[in-house]
């Protein structure tokens, strides 16, 4: 029976490995982490994660084929393939601070993998990291071996939060890359045989190292891009009286460009995307590529112009301050149907109002008050470090409070402000809301979810991005 073990029981570990258990019964899969809350969860009728479709996938195999452990010597030295998706923040200090890619823990595990190891083993760079990664586990590994053979392959991942199941039941690829030689062929091919179980073998592709630890960053960058690209024709069309939606519907119709991802935000979040561009652009200037890396470098500005923008436009709609004013914030994850808040633009926007006094009164369907509080105290870059090593203190936020409902969250607030896109916030009874607000009451849509003709005729002065301005706001000052 071939065993597979997997460093990390994160987002990405715990569902793919839980999706090949699924599709490849004969497989035996542990996946493994240093969190002990975190596989105790995984164990627990209450998964650490939350993720449609994912429980029942979990509970399908668990304690037959899939395992969860803090045994991670154990399982790695059994297994045949050490998938490796442990945390690869970005770096807060020393060389390349704010923007490297931070490998501490991928180095610990690799060295680990190295001196528990007894038989070859194929180890596989799940973690997205820099290109050429692969090239420095492999002197970890070879360094300290004593005559086993390491096969280092670069299979990233694209699920995406929130559709991960579906994702991982369906991609669009999977990718392998691994070194041009018969031993490299012969590891491509096994781990090929791993998908192959339920994805259609013109989806694998395979190709050489570098070029699949480069794609991952790439397919990052260019969806990160895009959002940029729709979130600065979001001002544009503020200024100019054009719809966003209505603009990305006409391009997006262009079968080139294609209708995906145009979507106009408050900005996009999520673990990743800040994360692998800050960490291209560092490999572009290490490679003396200064004008590629500001080429990406923008594609981050603009992400952050986008919100100080927006609680630009909140502050100034509002009199110029909100020191003082009850301000309720709908939805902290960075998407829908997710609990995560990594990187997730509320917390900026947050931070801002708070910054100008405003009390806060927070209401996100999955996430926790002990997460959005520690989420306000957390210096930046602190959140992507496993959660036992995390320092901040959720008691120093004082003008934060974390409510039930949405109802409960609008009651006697100045303003609304909408983060996140949860359904449930477009069927809100707004007038309710309106009628239990303070006057003049205003929404501030980041996530164009709600009809801004309905608000208004219910009395809301509201701002949606990219929408074209309530008369209100058109005198206001709108530039970050
Ligand atoms: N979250 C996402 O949607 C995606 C993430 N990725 C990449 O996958 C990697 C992992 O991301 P997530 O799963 O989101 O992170 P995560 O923070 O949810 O999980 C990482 C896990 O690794 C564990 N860990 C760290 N060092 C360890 C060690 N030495 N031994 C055992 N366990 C260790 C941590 O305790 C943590 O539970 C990152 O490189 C990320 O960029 C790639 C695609 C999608
Ligand atoms: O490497 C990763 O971590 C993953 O990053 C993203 O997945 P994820 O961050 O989970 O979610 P997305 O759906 O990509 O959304 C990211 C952010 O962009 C925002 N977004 C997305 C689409 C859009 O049109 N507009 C927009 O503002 C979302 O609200 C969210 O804040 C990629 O989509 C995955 O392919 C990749 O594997």
Redesign the pocket.
């Known amino acids: 029976m071939v065993k597979i073990c997997c460093i990390g029981a994160g987002y990405v570990g715990g569902p793919t490995m839980a999706v090949i258990a699924l599709k490849c019964p004969a497989i035996e899969v542990a996946v493994v982490d240093i969190s002990v809350s975190r596989i105790n969860a995984w164990n627990s009728e209450q998964l650490p994660i939350y993720e449609p479709g994912l429980e029942d996938v979990v509970k399908q195999c668990r304690g037959k084929n899939l395992f969860f452990s803090t045994d991670v010597e154990k399982h790695v030295s059994e297994a045949d393939i050490v998938f490796v998706s442990v945390n690869t923040p970005t770096k807060t200090q020393g060389l390349g601070a704010g923007k490297a890619a931070d490998l501490t823990y991928w180095e610990s595990a690799a060295r680990m993998i190295a001196d528990v190891s007894k038989s070859d083993k194929i180890v596989v760079e799940k973690s997205?990291v820099p290109v050429k990664t692969a090239e420095a586990i492999e002197k970890i590994l070879t360094h300290n071996s004593k005559k086993i053979n390491f096969q280092i392959l670069s299979n990233p991942?694209?699920?995406?939060?929130g559709t991960a199941i579906q994702d991982l039941f369906n991609p669009d690829r999977v990718l392998i890359g691994g070194r041009e030689t018969p031993e490299g062929a012969k590891a491509i091919q096994a781990l090929k045989d791993v998908y192959a179980h339920w994805v259609p073998v013109e989806r694998i592709i395979c190709t050489n190292l570098w070029s699949a630890e480069l794609s991952k960053l790439a397919?990052?960058a260019f969806?990160a891009q895009r959002?940029s690209s729709v979130n600065a024709m979001s001002a544009l069309c503020e200024a100019t009286g054009a719809d966003v939606t209505q603009v990305s519907h006409a391009v997006g119709k262009d079968s080139r460009i294609g209708p995906k991802?145009?979507?106009a935000?408050v900005g996009?979040?999520?673990?990743?995307?800040q994360k692998?561009i800050l960490n291209l652009v560092y490999i572009c200037e290490c490679n003396g590529l200064p004008e590629v890396a500001n080429y990406w470098k923008q594609v981050i500005k603009v992400n952050d112009y986008q919100k100080t923008r927006f609680v630009n436009r909140v502050v100034a709609s509002m009199f110029n301050t909100v020191s003082g004013k009850k301000i309720a914030i709908l939805g902290f994850a960075?998407?829908k149907d997710t609990g995560d808040t990594r990187e997730t633009p509320a917390i900026d926007v947050c931070k801002g109002l708070l910054g100008d006094k405003a009390q806060l009164s927070i209401y996100d369907p999955q996430v926790s008050e002990d997460q959005i509080k520690r989420d306000l105290s957390m210096k930046k870059f602190d959140w992507d470090h496993p959660v036992h090593l995390q320092s901040a203190d959720p008691t120093s936020i004082t003008q934060v409070s974390v409510v039930g409902d949405a109802y409960e969250a609008t009651k006697g607030s100045h303003g609304i402000c909408i983060l996140t896109e949860w359904d449930e916030f477009r069927k809100l009874d707004y007038q309710r809301i309106y009628d239990n607000m303070q006057k003049p009451a205003f929404v501030f849509d980041g996530r164009n979810v709600v009809d801004v003709e309905k608000l208004r005729e219910i009395g809301f002065i509201v701002y949606s991005i990219g929408k074209p301005l309530d008369s209100w706001l058109k005198d206001m000052p709108a530039v970050a």
């Open positions: 997205t991942e694209f699920l995406a939060e397919a990052n969806l959002i991802f145009l979507n935000s996009f979040g999520g673990s990743c995307f692998d960075f998407k």
